[in-house]
């Protein structure tokens, strides 16, 4: 057990051009999130998969976005033309529905992502 | 919509000391659970404490253990022998056992510990 794991750590892009994250949950982890998270804030949802499905989208999740996680492991996160107000940290989680434990979700480091 | 209320931005400790953070949270569920996740600078968020809230005992690891009353809808996270380590944003977290994909955070309270 890896943990979570997220690349790249950091982005820089210019407004307009078009960023992708990966997520790696932790092996065997079912349920994979996407979480935003700006300076002073915690975070807040965006999407969920459970294996392949992607099963609810937040409303902060702007046509802009869009997130694929094709084969039930790695997840990635997609933004078209960036915009100024997409400069945040992006999260990813992972949980184990068969856990045991009532779906505890385990973070990975982050995505923080800059347009200028 | 379940809140999550964080009323302390900023605290800070005496290593060694004990320190409580605050939470509070609206639900109108009655089968949920709580959380406390630990983000220090730069680094991923960590687990810290989780309730069930039909468990009526507070949870407890190591020095973190946490003061859950139900009726109050609070949920606060007691900090003791603070070590240097301890220095972070912690965040209060709650999901509902309903729609669990739904997870709500507080804003955060950023621990400072002083030697």
């Known amino acids: 057990d890896t943990g979570v794991s997220q690349d790249p750590r950091h982005k820089i892009t210019k407004r307009g051009q078009n960023v992708t994250f990966r997520c790696d949950p932790i092996?065997?982890?079912?349920?994979l999130y996407w979480y935003r998270q700006t300076l002073g804030q915690g975070p807040e949802f965006l999407t969920y998969f459970q294996n392949e499905a992607q099963l609810e989208k937040s409303r902060l999740l702007s046509d802009r976005f869009s997130a694929e996680r094709p084969k039930g492991s790695f997840s990635t996160l997609e933004i078209q033309r960036t915009e100024q107000g997409d400069s945040a940290m992006y999260l990813c989680?992972?949980?184990?529905?068969?856990?045991?434990?009532?779906?505890?979700?385990?973070f990975g480091p982050g995505t923080r992502l800059t347009v200028l | 919509a379940q809140t999550v209320t964080q009323s302390q931005p900023e605290m800070s400790v005496q290593e060694a000391e004990t320190v409580t953070l605050s939470c509070t949270y609206d639900t109108s569920e009655s089968d949920y659970y709580l959380f406390w996740y630990k983000q220090p600078p730069s680094r991923q968020m960590i687990l810290v404490i989780r309730?069930?809230?039909?468990?009526?005992q507070n949870a407890t690891e190591n020095r973190f253990s946490v003061n859950f009353q139900k009726a109050a809808k609070s949920f606060s996270l007691k900090i003791s022998d603070s070590q240097l380590g301890d220095a972070a944003m912690y965040f209060c977290?709650?999901?509902?056992?309903?729609?669990?994909?739904?997870?709500?955070f507080g804003a955060g309270t950023r621990l400072t510990v002083k030697p």
């Open positions: 989680a992972s949980s184990s529905t068969t856990s045991g434990w009532g779906d505890t979700q385990y």
């Open positions: 977290a709650y999901r509902s056992d309903y729609n669990n994909n739904d997870m709500r």
């Open positions: 309730q069930e809230a039909y468990k009526q």
């Open positions: 092996s065997e982890h079912n349920r």
